[in-house]
């Protein structure tokens, strides 16, 4: 109705669809130095990311993106078409998600940047899906493969100090063969269409977005819905050039996988009955989806499960995994 | 219906009394250093401040603030109990306006505070109160005095090399005879219930919080609207305490008025017909309300009419102002 220029903008909800809808709010912020720095994300990058993030949050919600608010702190040092191009970003990812960018701040800062946006989506009342209606017996489901943005971001801060260029330009991945890793770690995709379609059809009883990682995220779900998530080892989505990248530098990427973070896919649980149809519905659909456990009673915890050749070398079967993500810039 | 602790916050629109509503949304940034310093302000006046100044601009569209989020990087050197004290200062103030803070993002920082509010608010629908609707012949009015904020702060900036405390405490404040200046800077109280009120039974064209300052506001009505906001040196509400600062460091106080900022009264424009009746209304309410210009055509463009006596002293009777407001920390 009334967008960027006046003190607020005006937004009206969309016609309901046969039923009253509920408003989703979130909000997230990224800072120069803690999140990023010059070398792994373009101002364009950081854009796209910041906003990217919070609609991840709607998405896990099982809701709409629908408007998006931005504040921007730059260092006064900056050239303002540096400011130009993370709103670039910003409106790319807008466009591609179908969200309107109706109000923005920006401020000098005097020393890093600091973008924080906040994101508006709706969804039909009664329906919001949360970390805590996960049941034994639930299936534990993920919606497209994790680690490879916390592989790309290792690559990223190697190729650093030999790349000529800041950020390190997207051919060097090319030729590194780790482009599929730093576009998940500078363009990730929330899976909007995936939790629409899993929350309409199904009976999904828990959604989180794997900001932190997945053992993190698994924690939440855990906590939450007081239950114990058992993750099979053998189940989870393998990236091939995360495995290749993993291979070349001498590093097991379950660390990635369990603890790199910023994925931005979807953890969640449903119904065990619902599991097949579900994948065979998203892979129609041409989007990922990946039964990688159960739920089982007592908790709150969370384990991997081993495949037997892989215990059989001395490690445990089952093994607790620790409430943590990490900070990679540390 | 669910709050922090989720991806999202999920709320439900207040029931409709009698029409659908719209919803207003709103951000506003604080930084270190720009907007305010360890003599200026505790945490907690940050914290008060940065949501007060979203729910001005709520109250400037005519709407209710109902829903605020907050993003806050902070210093790693920071104690917990700093953020805690800003935490404080932002429920105190959400109290005292009836919002529910339903999200927060907290990161580090490695060098100033960041401090970023959202706040939804909503207004009958049809009813927002933009700044464009201003025509010639309409009232110019003030919610409440401006120039003390920033009288304030010159005080605050003046004392702080003095004062053996940071921030500069309430009592030397008041001792100095200036706890109303620095109460205006620290804890401003935005203009909901007159807006409210205001919008409810008058034909109110225009509507703008005073947050650059008052030629900043008029200038920006003007432009929105078409027009040139006459206003009247001689009926300008001047606070007597702030008149007494001036006397005494010999600065008129006219610049703090004109150009001081963070005032966050609101300026508007009526029909003239309701003037008088929105002045009895508004004063049987206890709310200020004063008439300090009317709209005149062309332009656009913000003229400052002087008192004759004033004219006689060679100052044009009628002067233009300036489209500025200024940077108190430069």
């Known amino acids: 109705m009334l967008g960027i220029g006046d ?3 005006v937004v009206e909800a969309p016609p309901d669809a046969g039923g009253a809808l509920q408003w989703l709010l979130a909000v997230d912020t990224m800072v120069e130095t803690v999140h990023f720095n010059d070398a792994t994300m373009s101002e364009a990058d950081v854009g796209w990311k910041a906003l990217a993030a919070n609609i991840s949050d709607i998405a896990a919600m099982g809701g709409v993106p629908r408007h998006a608010l931005v504040s921007v702190s730059a260092p006064r040092a900056w050239e303002p078409a540096r400011i130009g191009r993370l709103y670039d970003g910003l409106y790319a990812c807008a466009e591609h998600y179908g969200v309107a960018i109706v109000g923005g701040d ?31 017996g639930d299936a534990v489901f993920l919606t497209g493969p994790v680690g490879m943005s916390g592989a ?7 190729a650093s100090s030999a790349s000529g260029e800041q950020p390190v330009p997207h051919r060097e991945a090319q030729a590194a063969g780790t482009a599929a890793l730093v576009a998940a770690h500078r363009r990730p995709a929330p899976s909007v269409r995936a939790a629409r379609l899993l929350a309409a059809r199904y009976r999904v009883t828990s959604l989180n977005d794997v900001s932190d990682g997945l053992a993190s995220e698994a924690w939440e779900i855990a906590e939450a819905s007081g239950g114990t998530l058992a993750l099979q080892r053998g189940m989870l989505p393998v990236s091939g050039s995360m495995a290749a990248y993993g ?12 603890y790199g973070g910023e994925d931005y896919v ?11 149809s579900a994948k065979e519905a998203m892979t129609a659909e041409g989007l990922p989806f990946y039964v990688i456990g159960t739920v089982e009673a007592g908790g709150p915890g969370v384990l991997l499960q081993r495949d037997p050749q892989e215990a059989k070398a001395g490690r445990p079967v089952r093994e607790p995994l620790e409430k943590r993500g990490y900070n990679h810039f540390k």
Chains 1, 2 share one sequence.
């Open 7 to 9: 003190d607020a903008a």
């Open 106 to 136: 920006t401020t000098s800062s005097p020393a890093q940047m600091v973008v924080a946006v906040t994101v508006v989506g709706t969804v039909e009342a009664g329906a919001a899906v949360s970390r805590a209606g996960a049941r034994p």
């Open 152 to 158: 790309g971001l290792h690559w990223l801060l190697a």
């Open 247 to 258: 291979r070349r530098c001498g590093i097991d990427p379950l660390e990635w996988m369990l």
């Open 266 to 276: 979807l953890l969640g649980t449903m119904d065990p009955a619902d599991a097949a």
